[in-house]
């Protein structure tokens, strides 16, 4: 009698799920691979990607960027130059920017979507969109169940299934990976929005849209965190690169401030010094937007030269909020990361279900390295799989 095919199921056709199902589905060409996603198209996320240009990974990627050093043995596998060599043997070219950031040679999430699918497409992966996944049960093997009850069978199961990031506050009610992985045992850090703008106390509307290079501090009770770049004023608060990277540091519990330096490469006496004996007003009028100089000019009580250069390298913000899931880039938090082999990606809870992606414990900071993690787990958990194959 004829054997019947092991099927392995990707819950989530994501960065993750995608490059996961194709790396298995290369190897084990015996082997049902079926993706199921919720949504009515797999890859949408990657086309919002590094502003619709996929920043997908980063040649100085490091344990160091990420939350948790956990990660290195993810990291140790799938290094950049193994991420350049994985896409660029699906057929993408790729290219770098002088920051080390890598993107697809088109500069166009799009073309990194479109190899991907077009691999999908070649290898027949089996791809079932619109099936949201409501349970998993865990018996002699995993049956999956969606919220309109259809009910399919695999050997394997891959959690891809991402975080909460960039779906609106409706949309959430319908995530169910959380729920499904508690059922199977596993633990949750509270998710909260990550690589997002913050909301602010002082009011930032009279700056709306101006974008400043600065370094960025941000204060929580007892720590202190670093950036350098671009700052976006918006009509409630602060965003740009440098604010995305600090938002990762901000608990929600806790008070924090942002503190900008408008001048990072001079001293408050070398400030003092170039202005000289200038009116203060046309002198700032020389080196900074004339909004920031009215907005000092506001700020500050007494008008002393000494304490407007203060207040420029030492200019404050109170966070209020985060500007939430809708417009974050990512999810901090998810399943504890101890709670998977970091070798491997497999549950240490139950075997023959792996986590991969954003729906672990796992951020890193702006500039590849979450997707490159998303890269990353993918290919230790295929090739876990691969190795063991049962
Ligand atoms: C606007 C924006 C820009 C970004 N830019 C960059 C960038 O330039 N560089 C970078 O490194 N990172 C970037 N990121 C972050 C990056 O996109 C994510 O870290 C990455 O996509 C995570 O991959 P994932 O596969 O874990 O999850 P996702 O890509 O979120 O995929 C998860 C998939 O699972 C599906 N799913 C969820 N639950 C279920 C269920 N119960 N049943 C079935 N399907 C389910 C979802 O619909 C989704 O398709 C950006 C994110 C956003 C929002």
Redesign the pocket.
Known sequence: MEEKKKTIAV????????LCSILLKQALKDVNVII????ER?????L????G??????NSISWKDYNTCGVDGVLQQFTPKKCKEVFTSLGLWLDEDNEGRIYPYSYRAQTVLDVLLEKIKELEIEVITN????EIKALDDFSIY?TDLRLYHADYVIM????L??INKNDNKC???YE?LKSLGHHIIEPIAG?CALKTKEKTKSLSGLRMKVKASIINNNEKHTSYGEVLFKDEGLSGIVIFDLSRFYRHNEHSIIELDFFPTYTEEEIKQKIGTRPLKLALCGCLPKMIVQDVLTRSKNKTIEEIIFLLKHYTYTITQSYGFAN???TMGGVLFNEVNPFTMQSLLIKKLYL????LDVD?K?????????WAS?YVAANDIIKNFN
């Open positions: 819950i989530g056709g994501g960065a993750s799920g995608i199921f996603e919720r949504q797999i890859g949408k996320k990657i919002q990607t590094g502003n240009r996929c920043n997908l990974s980063n099936f949201n996944v409501l969606s891809a299934t991402g975080g990031a960039s995530f169910n990976s499904i690589l974050a880039q990512i991969i992606g954003e729906v890193g702006c500039g590849g390295y979450n997707l490159h993690f998303a993918a």
